[in-house]
């Protein structure tokens, strides 16, 4: 068999880079177009002299090559959406003496009939594909990950790593932490983690349902159980999660009746509906979160000890946002762009002395009232940069003076944290010999690592 002799080269480069079923586009390390050929300049309507040397992002919609010319990390057969249709693009690294110099790449369509019809088959599909996600949220009802939790601080990286490690297992997990704090976002991720992910997620907001109507959105009721019940009955928050996850949240505010109740179906793995006559087995696992003091609680008996014992096999204490001063920068961006993507405004950034009193400022209402705040802020500012000037008053008048003196409290706390990481430190993790070097009680130092999340 001939191979391709030399003189055939361009005959080979002709035919396939000026075939008109492909649409090829090559640009260098920095992702500016060095070539373009006919056909595809001809779906896009443009000129070839005038793409060449413009950056990629200028000339094709939703282009992903500058960042293969970047990366070096080919894509294959990856939907992109070009001029109304969802094209099929294939992008491969360029290399010269194994460094990557640039990209290739290639739109596919064999004939125009060919294409709409594949078109409008893909069109379908991911039409399909959108509804079958969003009706899967909307039953799951866990939204977020553990990747959306954005952090730069140490404590919340292990924070993360931990909730790792007890995620794929059926324990329960009470989450601790100040309001706001993003314990929700935990729950969320932990299910997302679990066997349990394609199953529902289920939340109870203890402290917002009322009183009398409690049992019967936990437990359901059957038709005719009282006057006034819907027909056909209605199951309970527990018969809902039933295979999945049950997120009771503000756990501390339940009733102490409903405590007892919980703790029973905890206990036998059965549920009985108002006016039903059978229990109905059911599998869930648990995560509660509050931001109560459960031990205090339990001392003015307000909070049953023996569900305290059952939720609180794993132990998660959330810090709050001024123990963790790192995060708030990036926070800050984060939700500056999740607000103005809400609110439909251009606003880019925030002026260097704005981050200097988000980190001076204590924010007892967390990453919420950042958000908050943030969102007010994007809604005055009349610039694209929010300054001072458009933030709550609270926030603004923090002053660098206040901010220097510390709550008797706060020094307290950050002393006894320190001396606790450096006996830690000192007895290599050996938690018995770190309690002896502090001259305090094993329970209590696991008490006290459990609280500042060491
Ligand atoms: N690390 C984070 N990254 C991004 N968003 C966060 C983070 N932490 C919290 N948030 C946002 O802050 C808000 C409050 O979070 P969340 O509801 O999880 O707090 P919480 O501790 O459960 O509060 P509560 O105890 O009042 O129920 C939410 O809008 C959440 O999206």
């Known amino acids: ?91 491969i690294p360029l290399r010269s003496e194994g460094e990557v110099v640039g990209a290739f790449g290639m739109v596919l369509f064999r004939d125009t009939e060919e294409w709409l019809q594949m078109n409008s088959h893909i069109r379908d599909l991911l039409l399909e594909l959108k509804a079958y996600r969003s009706k899967r949220r909307e039953q799951t009802g866990a939204t977020y990950a553990l990747h959306h939790i954005i952090s730069r601080s140490q404590e919340v990286d292990v924070l993360k790593d931990k909730i790792k490690q007890v995620a794929p297992s059926d324990v329960s997990v009470l989450l601790r932490g100040e309001s706001g704090t993003g314990k929700e976002l935990f729950a969320h991720s932990i299910h997302h983690l679990s066997e349990r992910s394609n199953q529902p997620f289920v939340k109870v907001n203890c402290a917002a349902i009322p009183e009398d109507l409690l049992e019967s959105e936990l437990f359901g009721y059957q038709e005719g159980a009282f006057t006034g019940a819907k027909k056909g009955g209605k199951p309970g928050k527990f018969q809902l999660a039933d295979g999945g996850t049950l997120f009771l949240d503000e756990i501390g505010d339940m009733p102490i009746h409903a405590q007892v109740k919980i703790l029973r179906v905890l206990q036998e793995g059965e549920v009985e509906a108002i006016g039903a006559t059978h229990p109905q087995k059911v599998d869930v696992r648990i995560i509660a979160s509050t931001h109560q003091p ?50 439909g405004k251009r606003v880019v950034d925030f002026n260097a002395d704005v981050y200097e009193a988000f980190k001076r400022y204590a924010w007892p209402g967390n990453v919420r009232e950042l958000e908050n705040a943030i969102e007010s802020a994007v809604h005055l500012t009349r610039s694209e940069l929010i300054g001072l000037e458009d933030l709550p008053a609270a926030i603004r008048s923090h002053t660098d003076s206040q901010s220097a003196v510390k709550t008797l409290k706060e020094s307290l706390e950050e002393a006894e944290k320190q001396a606790i990481k450096d006996a830690i430190q000192f007895a290599e993790g050996d938690k018995v010999k770190a309690a002896e070097v502090l001259g305090i009680g094993k329970s209590s130092l696991y008490e006290k690592v459990k609280k500042y999340g060491l």
């Open 1 to 91: 068999m001939e191979l391709i002799g030399d003189n055939h080269k361009q005959d080979v480069f002709d035919t396939f880079f000026e075939n008109g079923n492909f649409c090829i586009v090559v640009v260098d390390r920095e992702g500016y177009v060095t070539y373009m050929n006919e056909s595809y300049c001809r779906f896009l309507n443009l000129d070839k002299e005038e793409v060449t040397g413009k950056h990629v992002t200028d000339v094709i919609e939703n282009t992903r090559m500058h960042l293969v010319a970047e990366s070096g990390k080919e894509e294959m057969a990856d939907v992109q959406y070009i001029k109304g249709n969802y094209m099929i693009a294939n992008r």
């Open 294 to 343: 459960l031990e205090q609680l339990i001392k003015d008996q307000r909070f049953r000890e023996d569900l305290f014992y059952r939720i609180n096999v794993v132990q998660f204490h959330v810090p709050a946002l001024r123990e963790r001063k790192e995060d708030i920068g990036v926070l800050a961006r984060s939700l500056l762009q999740k607000v103005t993507d809400k609110v």
